[in-house]
């Protein structure tokens, strides 16, 4: 059965840090890009990361470049978000994200999904 777990998601104040995992299986997490996405009340969901299967390339959005880093275990099956610095904007569903063949930050191109977890970031 292929499945993505997130897990690490909750209640934090501004400035404060949080880090998210993914735990990956049934697909071929080593041969995967892995991505985190985010979707905040009322907005389409967002790119907000990416890293290549070998974790040598990783890509942001603008919004989060310097405060969160992507990470992935490939030994683990597992990939990470830190997010530092976290702000109010940064209160959504974050969702982890794989895809084959594909290195790019259109959901479109990402097969397979987890359901979700969620981040709440108070002012």
């Known amino acids: 059965q292929v499945q993505l777990v997130e897990s690490g998601g909750g209640l934090v104040q501004a400035g404060d840090s949080l880090r998210l995992s993914c735990a990956a299986s049934?697909?071929?997490?080593?041969?995967?890009?892995m991505a985190w996405f985010r979707q905040a009340p009322g907005k389409d969901r967002e790119f907000v990361a990416r890293?290549?299967?070998?974790?040598?390339?990783?890509n942001y959005a603008d919004s989060v470049k310097g405060r969160f880093t992507i990470s992935r275990d490939n030994a683990a099956n597992t990939v990470y978000l830190q997010m530092n610095s976290l702000n109010p904007d940064g209160t959504a569903v974050y969702y982890c994200?794989?895809?084959?063949?594909?290195w790019g930050s259109g959901y479109s191109g990402y097969s397979t999904w987890g359901q979700g977890t969620q981040v709440t970031v108070s002012s």
């Open positions: 890293i290549s299967w070998s974790g040598g390339l990783t």
């Open positions: 049934g697909l071929p997490f080593s041969r995967s890009t």
């Open positions: 994200a794989a895809a084959q063949q594909y």
